[in-house]
């Protein structure tokens, strides 16, 4: 498969109080043409930190990226100048649905006005290349009214009842579900070549997620767009990802098909990760420890101090992706192999 | 049937809606006549979506709601309308988790102050006596004695988290509400969280009311379970049971809403339309007619009541 994106080694630090912490360490990612991506972990692992750095989007004021590459469609986001990235990929190649739908809308405006400010600078029948940027550059009237019927059209795709009354209200006459919706379809209308949706069902219950994860498989399937899909509930990730990637304190530890992640995991920590999920006859079981300090992480593999296998080597040396069977790939010098417990 | 610890008959809490001028325009009906029997020793779960009444329920038994109508019986003694003082008496007996029981902690009280001060006031033991007590609770929860000069920032999360839980238990409560006590935490240590619940469960003999929209940790920590839905009880029976045939339509799109690792994808399968009613408006009979997939004209009249069903009991005219 055609690789859309391509991480290679990046690091990212971050400046605390207590020195700088180290992210993401040496993280390696490939996103394929019309692949949906799961990127799992727990919290502090370094996904949502992984899926900024991808968008460009880091706090300036405290991250530094230390090395690495963003390779999307030819275009090494790191290196590119910034008003390309900003007018060609940020926003129109490359989307973004947020965790929370109840803080990412302005309270106070419309959805409409929110949805059109966007449109008017990222709308994929503008081309604004090179044109300086200036807030009181004015919308074509006629791009307006095409952007505004494609805006109807997407809402329709989300299922929001009755689109066109619904632009007029404001953002908390909508539930959670369907300010969900309205984020996916503002995320689909720039006709975006890969989303990144960070965590975008953890607010919503269950029976909610149900839908907003069948609405969003079948929209991005039938558009060919793909998604990196970042969350922390192992059983979403089954549920909608082809690939999935586990992400342990800044380190890639796994990255396989969902089959055989689930099936076969290969990395002593995903099969703990497993593990720990309840089952159904109540068995219980934790991952002794605690999830190390970025600031002075362990050396070699990060999990080592966790790990039921560690040896000398583990400490010293950052083990190199491994391939198995079927584009499976891990990094554990003592790779376990059999079912899943 | 031994005495019930807790019973709850035709408990309803309402809101009042009111407009920009303060004048009443509606009811909220979170909590609409919910009965319901609490075993001493046993867990029950309480599960159900958002803004399905299942907080306000615990907290109308805590009392930090009035109930609106309805009893709240606890060890065989009314206690919804009890007068302020006598009310402060029971709260020694029933406590309250919330989801992070850490978060509650004063940051300027040492570990050591923060556990005796509800022995201060509800006990009447002497220091000596408090630290003992003190120091055992500490033990049972996981943690060393040497805690009791730390800062409640000076530990890591999942240790001020079992703090905040030695607090509740150092009253060695009968009855213990927790409230989403898992919620947003990762599954390594929400296993490592439910251990530690399960052990404390056995160790000072409690009962739990579980409060949970989790339906996997209610099904690890529960042998029953009550389903609601728009503050009403719709299913209640043993875990097992209700989770391997359920008999409610809600609790089956519930059930089958739950993405599951290896099983048939959820996306592929899953039906429910809609989202629940707002609790202002509720709709008339049957409060699930509005998105259940078996609704017939008799359940826009006719409320269905509960009936005992399978070995649990049942609010569904077609279940």
Redesign the interface.
């Known amino acids: 498969m055609a690789e859309l994106l391509t991480v290679r080694q990046l690091r990212v630090e971050f400046a605390t109080d207590r020195g700088p912490a180290q992210v993401l360490d040496r993280i390696n990612l490939e996103v394929g043409t019309g692949e949906v991506v799961g990127l799992v972990g727990?919290?502090g692992c370094g996904k949502t930190t992984l899926a900024r750095a991808i968008l460009g989007i880091l706090p300036e004021s405290a991250a530094r990226i230390r090395g690495g590459e963003v390779w999307f469609k030819g275009l090494d986001l790191l290196q590119e100048d910034p008003r390309v990235v900003n007018d060609r990929v940020r926003g129109r190649a490359i989307t973004f649905i947020p965790q929370d739908p109840f803080t990412s809308f302005s309270p106070v405006f419309p959805v409409e006005t929110q949805i059109m400010d966007l449109l008017k600078w990222k709308s994929p029948r503008a081309v604004n290349g090179g044109a300086p940027r200036s807030i009181l550059r004015r919308y074509p009237r006629e791009r307006y009214r095409a952007d505004r019927e494609a805006v109807v059209e997407a809402l329709r795709a989300v299922q929001i009842p009755e689109p066109a009354r619904a632009l007029r209200r404001l953002p908390h006459e909508f539930?959670g579900?369907?300010r969900q919706r309205l984020m996916i379809a503002m995320a689909l209308l720039p006709r975006p070549d890969l989303i990144i949706a960070d965590e975008p069902t953890t607010a919503l219950?269950?029976?909610?997620?149900?839908?907003i994860?069948?609405l969003l498989?079948?929209l991005v399937k039938e558009r060919g767009v793909s998604v990196l899909f970042t969350t922390?509930?192992?059983?979403?990730a089954?549920?909608?990802c082809d690939r999935v990637v586990v992400m342990y304190a800044g380190q890639e530890m796994e990255a396989a098909p969902t089959e055989a992640f689930?099936?076969r995991p290969a990395h002593p920590y995903t099969r703990?990760?497993?593990a720990?999920?309840?089952?159904?006859g109540?068995?219980?079981?934790?991952?002794p420890g605690?999830v190390p300090s970025l600031v002075a992480p362990p050396g070699g593999c990060r999990f080592h101090p966790r790990c039921d296998y560690a040896t000398a080597e583990c400490r010293e040396l950052r083990p190199p992706p491994r391939a198995l069977a079927g584009a499976h790939a891990v990094r554990c010098h003592h790779p376990v192999s059999g079912d899943a417990p | 049937m031994s005495a019930p610890l807790l019973e709850l008959i035709d408990l309803t809490r309402h809101f009042p809606v009111r407009n920009a001028f303060g004048r009443r325009v509606g009811w909220l009906r979170a909590v609409d006549g919910v009965s319901l029997r609490v075993e001493p020793g046993e867990a029950l779960g309480l599960v159900g979506e958002s803004g399905c009444g299942k907080s306000t329920l615990g907290k109308t038994v805590m009392g930090i709601y009035t109930p609106t109508a309805g009893e709240i019986r606890f060890a065989g003694r009314e206690i919804g309308r009890l007068p302020r003082r006598a009310r402060r008496a029971v709260a020694k007996d029933l406590q309250y988790v919330y989801q992070d029981p850490g978060a509650s902690l004063d940051p300027r009280w040492k570990v050591g102050p923060l556990l005796h001060e509800p022995l201060k006031i509800h006990t009447a033991l002497t220091r000596g006596e408090r630290e003992r007590e003190v120091r055992a609770i500490l033990a049972a929860v996981g943690l060393p004695d040497a805690h009791v000069d730390l800062y409640p920032h000076e530990l890591s999360g999942g240790q001020q988290r079992r703090v905040g839980l030695a607090r509740i238990l150092t009253l060695r409560p009968r009855l213990v509400i927790l409230d989403e006590p898992t919620s947003g935490l990762d599954v390594s240590v929400q296993a490592s969280v439910l251990k530690l619940f399960r052990n404390l469960h056995a160790t000072f003999a409690l009962t739990y009311v579980f409060i949970s929209h989790d339906l996997s940790v209610v099904r690890a920590m529960c042998a029953r379970i009550a389903v609601m839905y728009l503050g009403k009880i719709v299913e209640l029976g043993p875990t097992t049971e209700v989770f391997e045939k359920p008999r409610h339509p809600y609790t089956q799109s519930l059930l089958a809403a739950v993405p599951r690792i290896g099983g048939r994808r959820v996306t592929q399968e899953f039906a429910l339309e809609g989202e629940p009613p707002n609790p202002r408006d509720v709709p008339s009979g049957c409060r699930f007619r509005t998105r259940c997939p078996l609704v017939q004209p008799r359940c826009a009249v006719e409320e269905p009541p509960l009936r005992i069903l399978d070995g649990r009991t049942v609010a569904c005219h077609y279940a």
């Open positions: 727990e919290s539930s579900g369907q219950d269950v029976t909610i997620q149900a839908q994860l069948k498989r079948a922390h509930d192992l059983g979403t089954h549920e909608i689930f099936d703990r990760l497993l720990s999920v309840p089952g159904p109540g068995e219980l079981r934790d991952i605690e």
